[in-house]
């Protein structure tokens, strides 16, 4: 994880640092990014993060399932079609909502 100094324009009122959660991913080229995980949610009592590329914020948001092994967290692929179906959905959802489209 990084840190990087705000100021007065980053939006969130204080001066005060914020900390990214950065993941290095790789893609099916075997080529690694630095994502960002800027969304959690749940569906079915399974918790999933969206993550952004961080040199591309621009770019579409990847979804991850968040998996819990002793006391750890990591996230893991979604390899189900329904699966990815059923959490695109409700992202989309979410987004609309969250840009005032819904």
Not at 26 to 47: C, I, K, L
Not at 55 to 68: A, K, L, Q, S, T
Not at 82 to 102: F, H, L, M, P
Request: proline share 1%.
């Amino acid at each position: 994880m990084s840190e990087h100094q705000h100021d007065d324009n980053c939006g969130c009122g204080e001066d005060h640092e914020h900390e990214d959660h950065v993941f290095v991913v790789t893609d099916e080229e075997g080529n690694e990014r630095e994502m960002v995980m800027v969304y959690t949610f749940e569906s079915e009592q399974q918790a999933y993060a969206v993550l952004i590329d961080r040199n591309d914020p621009e770019e579409d948001g990847v979804i991850f399932r968040i998996e819990e092994e002793d006391d750890e967290a990591f996230l893991v692929g979604i390899e189900d079609d329904a699966e990815w179906d059923r959490v695109t959905k409700i992202y989309e959802e979410i987004a609309q909502r969250e840009n005032g489209q819904a």
